[in-house]
């Protein structure tokens, strides 16, 4: 079975609301949706406070580059345009609505028949994308649209479809492949189709055999989706480890998939392609996990993309636990700890993970042993703890030297730590200090 | 015997001399001139390589004051008027008489610490704390405790305060060479000018937010009304993005501000007694912040 | 409600610890112990204990006065070192009082003085076993005779080690591998038994505490060196098999050049470090003043590593 060559650590996988099938989370009475869900910058507001917006209507525009568009959750009035507290406590540009009924767009195809012809052209299906403001929901958001317009001069030769879920925890893309196995298919082949690549490839994790032997009788009606099931080992999910794992190549230090012919989505991203291209619905809904060991119920929700953590929490299990010491959105290996669970979630929100105070805790640091641990976990092959003492030093330029700015940041090393070091904080902090020095130099 | 003796002198001695010949002709050609001036000066400046002055250390700014041949845009904040005077003696320049300055932290500690919202559990780092998300306080603009500054400091004067959270200055510690300024990613600490007697005003809080918006996280925040500028006869004061400043070149520390501001985010420092308002009785949110001597308690440590 | 907690991720951790992996060195070291109290008696019994003793007596004294930082004696770093110092001695009775300035010389000169566990560039034990060498020539080289098992008399008869006895001419008489290997020979106190040291090996590298490359490498190394030699002139040299069994290799390299603060990190590096420690080995037997030469060997690429660490990087993932 295909794995990634090099590091890799193996968390508890703690898959435990596999079994939860996709419910619909209610829509709620007030609806805050952020401005940057997705990398880049902020959408600029194109509705005005007393505005009326139907479900699906675009309020932000995407006008830099690096930008995606955003259209409301709901039906109701703009009540202001103004700023809000996101999940981390910062203040960001924000629509505010008041949610009246649930009037959806008349463009939008609302009923349950699938529909598998697609006739766009490449061309037309990128610039669908942009418009239906779809962003990769693998945890970076970074817009679709630029993603899929291949620059001059590169040739995409494979297409990556990212089934691992590797972090533990996570079962929302279980549940689409379980549940939504042939609209995944089909998003698959109209992105195969947007790339103009013979092959797509989805790799899947071999600890989930329902889901690849579900996605494997689906792709055989389909042409050019091979299901790649993959040894399970973290993080196989990662752009470059996924390339390796799939097709042997290797991304060099510093390049984009893309300069080794390769283009990865996440599966997620690919159901709601299909949902975007095929019925019209812009990116409005996530699918999030709503888990945690202590939690009396585990779920798999469909949420519309603004309802706030504590609408979720309240909705699914009343309250917190009395315990709860983290609720992180994401997996616990890659996913960020929440502060204010008053801030509405976001396109890339894959999880409402519920951590217990115990769990939750980090053990206190010791003095590093050089045991080299860290090393060998790295899937990148680099020397975690070396850079711990550079970046403690400030000796930034010899960090740059060693490739910390090649860092993923996946956490292997701190999870492998006997010493508790949090290496990882050190390397960020470090690649920072990197980039800040690169930025004054030029 | 002795011939043997005599040998081993000679050989010994002609060895000696030969390489004392190259010796000295190899330090004739690589010998680099340097201005004896440039030890001088190193000699009077205070060598902690603080870095205050912009210069990668004391020898730096050493060559810079001689290759300059003036002091003009060159100070050294912690040997201050004293050095500044002995090395215009050196240089044989004149010296322009610099205000002498202190560091002061902007963020009101009365805030801080007690009223944690969260449990920062990672890298004792400000600077990555910062890219993870408000600290602890829950303001986006304030201290975030983990001490960068305190580490900074090469002359051991700014040290955290365990009830606080946030840190305190050592007044008569500190050289102004601005290093905890600089490593404060959230750029809280600000070098002012001691003012005269060591009293100063000014205004303990860089938060930009709205008032509304700003209150909620910190009692003590500067919301931006302006009562304070309004108040202050010198117009010292400006308000930008919700944020008021006190400008400490035109404030003659006449405590104004001080008994207007709703939210006593104005503070002063080593004034015999607390401000007063004449007449109006203290603003209704007075309860929630702490009296102005207990704002003052550390700073006037 | 609690305060939330917020830290960067990763949020979950392998529950490895520092104190974890040493405590596992000692579980490890237990059956060279049982094997030597087997063969030398409560002797072999009382020096360890006395070298424990004072290693984590010193540290903690170290810790709590001279340092003045929270005690990490729990840890269990002190007691390996103090365990493999013991193994490192013969099992006399002079030893134990001699052990305590091994361990004074181990804990305080070798490690703390450097700043602790994790930052002393030297392996302490063999830092402090090589000072008692140096220091006590006569007592550290009377090796206590191999008796019957479970003796428990204190003056037993003593004998030359087969190294010792080679160095002088030949083999001691009726010498087998099987001695060798089980440790039914004289020797150090913890490094006569081949075999019980490699069931402490095997549950190291089942708990994944070494990898094999340093001691294939150093054991490796020793036998095709001393192989190379036996096969020019096998009167003058040692048998390659007796090599590898007698003597400390087998405790140095499954033990003392696999711990971890003192060795390269690199698997390239670390194979580097094997072969540097198999060959001085060999070397420093068989043309040096004194019979064995592990613990020599082993400090000797303690020195290097820093630069083996230096030059052997690991594989970047695209370069």
Redesign the interface.
Same mark, same amino acid.
């Given at each position: 079975m295909k794995t990634f060559k090099?590091g890799g650590?193996h968390?508890?996988e703690n898959k435990i609301s596999n079994d939860a099938a996709i419910e619909v989370m209610p829509v709620p009475q007030q609806m805050v949706v952020l401005m940057n869900q997705h990398l880049g910058a902020p959408a600029t507001p194109v509705v005005q406070k007393g505005d009326k917006v139907k479900v699906g209507q675009l309020i932000g525009e995407a006008q830099a580059f690096m930008c995606a568009n955003v259209h409301s959750p709901v039906s109701g009035t703009v009540q202001k345009v103004d700023t809000c507290k996101d999940a981390f406590g910062l203040t960001k540009p924000a629509v505010y609505i008041n949610v009246e009924g649930d009037e959806w767009m008349e463009t939008i195809d609302r009923t349950p028949d699938i529909k598998r012809e697609c006739t766009l052209e490449p061309k037309e299906i990128v610039a669908k994308l942009k418009e239906m403001g779809i962003v990769g929901l693998g945890g970076a958001t970074f817009p679709a649209h630029i993603k899929y317009s291949i620059p001059e001069g590169k040739k995409a030769e494979y297409l990556i479809i990212n089934a691992a879920e590797c972090e533990?925890y996570l079962t929302s893309d279980y549940r689409v492949m379980m549940e939504h196995a042939e609209e995944v298919c089909i998003g698959v082949s109209i992105l195969r189709k947007a790339l103009g690549v013979p092959n797509a490839y989805i790799g899947i994790e071999s600890n989930k055999p329902l889901a690849i032997a579900k996605m494997t009788e689906m792709a055989k009606q389909f042409q050019g989706i091979i299901v790649e099931p993959l040894k399970v080992k973290y993080p196989q999910g990662a752009e470059?480890q996924l390339i390796?794992a799939v097709t042997g190549r290797? !991304?060099?230090?510093g390049k984009l998939p893309i300069d080794v012919g390769c283009v990865v989505s996440n599966l997620g991203t690919a159901f709601s392609v299909y949902e975007a291209i095929q019925k019209n619905k812009p990116l409005i809904e996530n699918i999030l996990t709503v888990t945690g060991k202590k939690l009396p119920s585990q779920h798999n929700y469909i949420v519309r993309i603004g309802t706030t953590y504590n609408d979720i929490i309240k909705h699914s299990i009343g309250e917190?636990p009395?315990?709860? @010491?983290?609720?992180?959105s @994401?997996g616990?290996?890659? @996913?960020?700890? !929440? !502060?204010n669970l008053d801030a509405p979630t976001v396109k890339g929100n894959s999880s409402v993970l519920v /951590?217990d105070?115990a769990?939750?805790?980090?053990?206190p640091e010791?003095?590093?042993?050089?045991?080299?641990?860290c /090393?060998?976990a790295? *899937?990148?092959?680099?020397?975690p703890?070396l850079f711990s003492s550079l970046v403690k030093n400030n000796r930034i330029e010899e960090a740059k030297e060693h490739?910390i700015l #090649?860092c993923i940041?996946c956490?292997c090393c701190?999870?492998?730590?006997?010493?508790?070091k *949090?290496l990882? #904080?050190e390397i960020?902090l470090g690649k920072n200090r990197v980039r800040a020095m690169m930025a004054a130099k030029k | 015997m002795t011939q043997q003796i005599l040998i081993a002198v000679l050989v010994l001695g002609v060895i000696g001399a030969f390489f004392a010949v190259v010796l000295y002709f190899v330090a004739q050609k690589f010998k680099v001139v340097e201005d004896p001036l440039i030890d001088e000066v190193a000699e009077v400046l205070p060598g902690a390589n603080c870095g205050g002055c912009g210069k990668a250390g004391c020898r730096a700014f050493a060559e810079a004051c001689v290759s300059q041949g003036n002091l003009e845009g060159l100070r050294c904040a912690p040997g201050g008027d004293a050095v500044a005077q002995k090395i215009a003696q050196l240089l044989g320049c004149a010296v322009e008489q610099g205000e002498p300055q202190v560091a002061v932290v902007r963020c009101h500690p009365a805030n801080c610490g007690e009223k944690?919202?969260?449990?920062?559990?990672?890298?004792r780092s400000c600077a990555?704390q910062n890219t993870?998300?408000t600290g602890e306080s829950g303001c986006p603009f304030g201290c975030l405790g983990c001490g960068d500054c305190v580490a900074a400091c090469q002359f051991d004067a700014i040290h955290m305060d365990p009830a606080t959270g946030t840190p305190v200055v050592d007044e008569n510690k500190c050289t102004a060479c601005g290093a905890c300024a600089k490593a404060c990613p959230r750029r809280i600490i600000e070098l002012r000018n001691k003012g005269k007697k060591d009293r100063r005003v000014y205004v303990s809080c860089v938060n930009k937010e709205k008032g509304a918006l700003a209150m909620k996280t910190c009692s003590n925040a500067c919301i931006g009304c302006g009562k304070c500028a309004k108040v202050c006869p010198m117009e010292a004061i400006t308000i930008a993005d919700n944020l008021s400043y006190i400008d400490f070149n035109k404030c003659i520390a006449c405590r104004k501000c001080v008994v207007e501001c709703p939210t006593h985010a104005i503070v002063d420092v080593n004034f015999p007694a607390p401000a007063k308002k004449p007449e109006a009785p203290k603003p209704a949110e007075a309860p929630a912040a702490p009296a102005p001597e207990a704002v003052k308690a550390p700073a006037a440590q | 409600? %609690? =305060? =939330? %907690?917020?830290?960067?991720?990763? &949020?979950? &951790?392998?529950d490895?610890?520092?104190?974890?992996?040493m405590w596992r060195v000692n579980m490890a070291l237990v059956p060279a112990l049982l094997v030597a109290i087997a063969y030398f008696g409560i002797n072999a019994l009382l020096v360890s204990i006395i070298s424990v003793a004072a290693c984590v007596l010193f540290q903690w004294l170290i810790e709590k006065f001279i340092l003045k930082v929270p005690t990490?004696v729990s840890?269990g770093?002190a007691v390996v070192t103090g365990l493999l110092l013991a193994f490192n001695v013969p099992a006399t009775v002079d030893m134990m009082w001699i052990v305590v300035i091994g361990a004074l010389v181990a804990i305080g000169v070798a490690k703390m003085a450097f700043g602790? =566990?994790?930052?002393n560039p030297f392996n302490p034990a063999i830092v402090g076993r090589i000072f008692l060498l140096i220091s006590f020539p006569v007592q550290m080289t009377t090796w206590p005779q191999v008796g019957g098992l479970f003796p428990m008399d204190f003056d037993v008869a003593t004998g030359a080690t087969p190294l010792g006895a080679f160095k002088e001419g030949a083999l001691p008489e009726g010498v087998t591998f099987m001695d060798a290997f089980l440790g039914h020979v004289g020797g150090s106190l913890g490094e006569v038994s081949a075999i019980a040291i490699l069931i402490g090996a095997c549950y190291l590298l089942w708990k994944k505490i070494i990898t094999w490359h340093i001691p294939v490498a150093f054991i490796g190394t020793a036998f095709v060196f001393s192989g190379i030699l036996w096969l020019v002139d096998s009167t003058a040299y040692m048998d390659p098999l007796m090599t590898i069994l007698t003597g400390g290799i087998m405790l140095g390299a499954c033990f003392m050049a696999t711990d971890?603060?003192t060795t390269p990190?690199?698997k390239s590096g670390q194979l580097i470090f094997g072969f540097g420690c198999g060959l001085l080995t060999i070397i420093i037997r068989n043309w040096g003043a004194y019979p064995e030469g592990v613990s020599f060997a082993i400090l000797l690429m303690n020195c290097v590593t820093p630069l083996i660490n230096r030059w052997c990087?690991?594989?970047?993932?695209? %370069?």
């Open positions: 090099m650590v968390p508890e533990p470059k390796n290797k !991304v060099p230090s917190l009395a315990t709860t @010491g983290k609720v992180i @994401g616990t290996m890659m @996913g960020k700890a !929440v !502060v /951590m105070e769990e939750a805790r980090r053990n010791t003095a590093c042993i050089r045991c080299g641990k /090393m060998h790295c *899937p990148m092959g680099l020397e703890y490739n #090649d940041e956490g701190f999870f492998s730590c006997p010493a508790n *949090p990882t #904080d960020r | 944690r919202r969260s449990n920062y559990d990672g890298l990555f993870v998300y | 409600m %609690n =305060l =939330l %907690n917020i830290s960067g991720s990763p &949020h979950v &951790h392998s490895e610890s520092t104190k974890k992996i990490t840890d770093s602790g =566990l994790g930052k971890m603060v990190m690199a990087k690991p594989q970047r993932f695209a %370069n």
